[in-house]
């Protein structure tokens, strides 16, 4: 700047010399400057005087205005260090990013201050945080990469200001994004980008709700902010980062230490329950550990799901005064199909399943399995459902179970090994050593002295050792011995009738095992030398029902022995074209009329030709008989003279007893 010329100064032109200095130690403002402007003006009457003043006047000014600049660009300075500090210290992404608009919106002297970041996923930017906004419109605004001045800072890397942003036409426009910035009432704007390295992370915005321009100071300023919130982002996204995977390992330290933990209990409970095998403990012990371990009702069945033992005492309490079943067996009955389904599937998955839940308790079963197949169950109950640790505990209590029944299996075996040579050497012909034999029975309380039935009972799909293991459990009768004999249950029973017997192995039939089985009961015999035969006869029976297509019932021996004995070895063609050469059109399946035919014809023949009778017992009039006769003559022909008639009656019995249950 030129200095000013020379001159004499009065002692006017001295004191408003001092007065410029006074104004620039007191940092006045431009009006003081502009007043002593006006004054000196005035006052001067020396023209070299008066410009020499002006102009110290208008030095002092720019010396004020360039002091001012300093001072605000070092709080300016000041601010973006304090707030670096502040953003380096907090750790939580969101707080992190809610404090960086709030210290961009004070810094600026703005009306709002917002944050949009990138989303990687969607490839556009949305609001993160807001500072001074009121509209929820505004705060949910999403912005693609080539709309709006956001679009153009992540474009260009660079800052961005709009100093009337609804009427500059410089970026692309889209209504949504303008209804939501008209709304916040926002006029002007200023944005500049978050980078991390060479990407965009986000932009950084301040705008004010009226029309003003932003110089480069300010840029610079808020583009140094973004600068330090940038490092603050990552850091908090590091940080939130490392948080996660020390949760994780924490966690999954936890959880590594509980499964150790857990491991170390299981490998406890299974030596405690290896070792009250060892010392000999039964099935109850085992029953009361496992309850004890597991807090619930622990009960033991055996393969044909009756119960054997169970924990605690009043397990085996009648349910109340009025019922006189165990508590354990009423469950067990309460829920037999359940509990079955469950036996079934644990064995197919080699796994404890849970059989059925109520509000009251749940119920859990294990099979237990040997090398020949089921031995039986593990069966649980407690007040909620087992967890992982303790599922394992009953699994491995249902192991040991299987050891302890294969050993009482081993010694069933043993105290019953002599049962299937006792029956192979009654039924066997000849009988060697009867004496020996009747001794052997009398142990297993069957006395060989006295009259006996046999009986023979085939199951379906070969199931002869599950009903066997269902009789062992429950069936009670007085001086009788059965075992599984070629397939089949074979009884020998002291009972005096063999209707009794019959009526004895209906009940249980029909209680315990719940399938089809098909058997025939002999007359008593009077001596055990004649089983021998009497089971042969047996046997050609069963035959005969097979080739008849008859399953299902218990059969008398009595019903079938003559047509056994006839038709031994025969096929179900066989009898079949035995009935239709002895019957000829009378035999003739699914013809109703054909039938009533047959069952009038066989009650006829069965009551000697006696009319009236047969026709009481058909409960029909006896012309009505006689006229059914006249039918029969019509389609047998003279069918009441010598064999034929006898071949015409057995065809007749073999119809009904293979159509009749």
Partial sequence: ??????????????????????????NAG??????LQERIAAASQDTAGREFLLQSVQMAMTIRERFEDYQQRERGLNAVIETAHDLTAIRDLDRALQAIVQRARKLMGADIGYLSI???????????????????????????????????????????????YGKDPRFSHAAPIDTAVTEEGIKSILGV???????????LFVGDRYVRSYNAWEMSILSTLAAHASVAIENARLFEQTRIALKQAGDANALLKKQTADTQIAAEAHEQLTSLVARGGGLKDICEMAANMLEGHVSVIDEGEQLICASTADAFEPVDKDHGEPRAQAVLNTHQDKIHAALVESRMIGRSVTAFAT????????????????????????????????????????????????????????????IPAIFRGLLSNPQHNLARLSEQAAHHGLRLSKPLCLAVIQ?????????????????RIANTLFDEIDGAIVLVSGMTTHGELRKALQLFIGREVRQPVTGIISKPVAQATALPECYQSMIRC??????LGRAGSIYLEQELTLYAFLFEKRSAEDIDAFMSSALGKLYQEGKQRKTELARTLLSYLDHGHNARAAASEQNIHINTLRQRLDAINALLGNW??????????????LWRLREDA
């Fill in 1 to 26: 700047m030129n200095q000013p010329p020379p001159h004499r100064e009065s002692a006017n032109d001295t004191a408003l010399g001092k007065e410029i200095v006074t104004l620039l130690y007191q």
């Fill in 30 to 35: 431009k009006e003081a400057f502009a007043r």
């Fill in 118 to 164: 990138h989303d990687r996923e969607q490839g556009d930017f949305y609001v993160r945080a807001t500072d001074g906004a009121f509209s929820e419109n505004f705060k949910k605004i999403r912005v693609p990469h080539d709309v709006g001045i956001c679009g153009y800072v992540a474009r260009n890397k660079s800052p961005y200001s709009s100093a009337e």
């Fill in 193 to 203: 980008p978050l980078l991390s390295g060479s990407d965009v992370t986000g932009v």
């Fill in 359 to 418: 509000p009251a308790e749940t119920c859990r079963v294990s099979a237990v399995v040997g090398n020949r197949g089921l031995l039986g169950g593990l069966v649980i109950r407690t007040a909620r459902e087992l967890n992982e640790l303790a599922v394992r505990i009953f699994e491995r209590s249902s192991m040991v179970t299987g050891v302890v029944l294969l050993s009482q299996e081993r010694s069933d075996y043993a105290a019953r090994q002599e």
């Fill in 459 to 475: 199951t379906e799909d070969g199931k002869s050792s599950y009903m066997l293991k269902k009789m062992q459990a429950s069936f």
């Fill in 542 to 547: 069963l035959s005969t029902l097979n080739a």
């Fill in 640 to 653: 009441n003279e010598g064999n034929r008639a006898l071949e015409i009656h057995v065809a007749l019995r």
